[in-house]
């Protein structure tokens, strides 16, 4: 199976009347030369990983080499302890485990790249949070993570995930994409219905900048895995209840990639641009040098 975008990916679901996840695991299986059954586990064992890494990361509040992050999971677990988040417990589920996963991978501990280290907190803290609130089964689960992973499969045919080529919108705007499908998928969504849920999310995320303060996947990476984790799913409930997008998925894709081009290269993982040359990140820079 050649599947190079979400239209041949369509195409094909309708064709054989399949799901996205049934097609992907077929074309995995394909290309690595094994069983459906080993893709499957394969894939259990990177959603277990994924789960262990929320679990790593909720129990610890050790701070990074730079001193600067590592403890805002801990803070935002008692903050919710004392008080209910306004948008309810999935809200506060997916703040809470995309901090823990991306401060587990500040840490130098065990995370799924999902599509980067990055962006690791997004796809993650989004399924296991659905999950937990509707008592999805872990195959469902592990449905979800396999159409996840063939969104991100199909956008890099066109652009490589790295905000060094095409800033943060290709990292933790992707990431949001691929979580964005997967609960579609886990709630019942067709074909149709999870495309929608990655343009959505996609197209609104477009020019995001990738600016790390002095080089480190910290300031501003980290939140942004909670940011995008809560758009993720706002871009599913939207094209759950039946709205479009007026740009179709491929033209999305496109546009993230000419973005991408166009982006200045002092905004693309250089530290030269953006928030990583403010006063307080020069200040910080200077410091953090000083010290070590």
Same mark, same amino acid.
């Given at each position: 199976?050649?599947?190079?975008?979400?239209?041949?990916?369509?195409?094909?679901?309708?064709? @054989?009347?399949?799901?996205?996840?049934?097609?992907?695991?077929?074309?995995?299986?394909?290309?690595?030369?094994?069983?459906? *059954?080993?893709?499957?586990?394969?894939?259990?064992?990177?959603?277990?990983?994924?789960?262990?890494?929320?679990?790593?990361?909720?129990? $610890?509040?050790?701070?990074?080499? *730079?001193?600067?992050?590592?403890?805002?999971?801990?803070?935002?677990?008692?903050?919710?302890?004392?008080?209910? *988040?306004?948008?309810?417990?999935?809200? @506060?589920?997916?703040?809470?485990?995309?901090?823990?996963?991306?401060?587990?991978?500040?840490?130098?501990?065990?995370?799924?790249? %999902?599509?980067?280290?990055?962006?690791? +907190?997004?796809?993650?803290?989004?399924?296991? *949070?659905?999950?937990?609130?509707?008592?999805?089964?872990?195959?469902?689960?592990?449905?979800?993570?396999?159409?996840? +992973?063939?969104?991100?499969?199909?956008?890099?045919?066109?652009?490589? /995930?790295?905000?060094?080529?095409? +800033?943060?919108?290709?990292? %933790?705007?992707?990431?949001? !994409?691929?979580?964005?499908?997967?609960?579609?998928?886990?709630?019942?969504?067709?074909?149709?219905?999870?495309? @929608?849920?990655?343009?959505? !999310? /996609?197209?609104?995320?477009?020019?995001?900048?990738?600016?790390?303060? %002095?080089?480190?996947?910290?300031?501003?990476?980290?939140?942004?895995?909670?940011? /995008?984790?809560?758009?993720?799913?706002?871009?599913?409930?939207? !094209?759950? $209840?039946?709205?479009?997008?007026?740009?179709?998925?491929?033209?999305?894709?496109?546009?993230?990639?000419?973005?991408?081009?166009?982006? $200045?290269?002092?905004?693309?993982?250089?530290?030269?641009?953006?928030? $990583?040359?403010?006063?307080? !990140?020069? @200040?910080?820079?200077?410091?953090?040098?000083?010290?070590?």
């Amino acid at each position: 199976m050649n599947i190079l975008s979400f239209d041949d990916l369509l195409k094909l679901c309708e064709k @054989e009347n399949k799901s996205i996840y049934e097609i992907a695991q077929e074309n995995e299986a394909n290309m690595a030369e094994c069983s459906v *059954s080993k893709v499957r586990f394969k894939t259990f064992e990177n959603l277990k990983a994924m789960k262990d890494a929320v679990k790593n990361g909720l129990k $610890s509040n050790e701070k990074s080499i *730079s001193n600067w992050c590592g403890d805002d999971c801990d803070r935002v677990q008692k903050s919710f302890q004392n008080r209910d *988040s306004l948008f309810g417990k999935v809200f @506060e589920n997916i703040i809470v485990y995309s901090l823990a996963t991306a401060e587990e991978n500040l840490r130098m501990g065990r995370i799924v790249a %999902c599509p980067t280290a990055g962006s690791c +907190g997004i796809v993650p803290s989004v399924i296991i *949070s659905v999950s937990e609130e509707k008592n999805i089964s872990e195959e469902i689960q592990i449905d979800a993570l396999i159409t996840a +992973g063939i969104i991100g499969l199909i956008i890099s045919n066109k652009v490589q /995930l790295a905000g060094a080529v095409a +800033g943060c919108q290709a990292e %933790c705007g992707v990431a949001s !994409a691929m979580a964005a499908g997967s609960v579609v998928q886990m709630l019942g969504g067709t074909p149709k219905q999870i495309i @929608e849920a990655v343009t959505l !999310a /996609l197209k609104n995320i477009l020019g995001l900048t990738c600016d790390p303060v %002095c080089g480190l996947v910290e300031v501003p990476c980290i939140k942004r895995n909670s940011f /995008l984790g809560v758009h993720a799913v706002t871009a599913a409930e939207l !094209a759950l $209840s039946g709205v479009k997008s007026k740009i179709p998925a491929d033209e999305v894709v496109d546009t993230l990639k000419i973005t991408g081009q166009l982006m $200045s290269p002092l905004l693309k993982e250089t530290a030269q641009g953006g928030l $990583s040359k403010t006063k307080t !990140a020069i @200040e910080l820079e200077n410091k953090l040098f000083k010290n070590n």
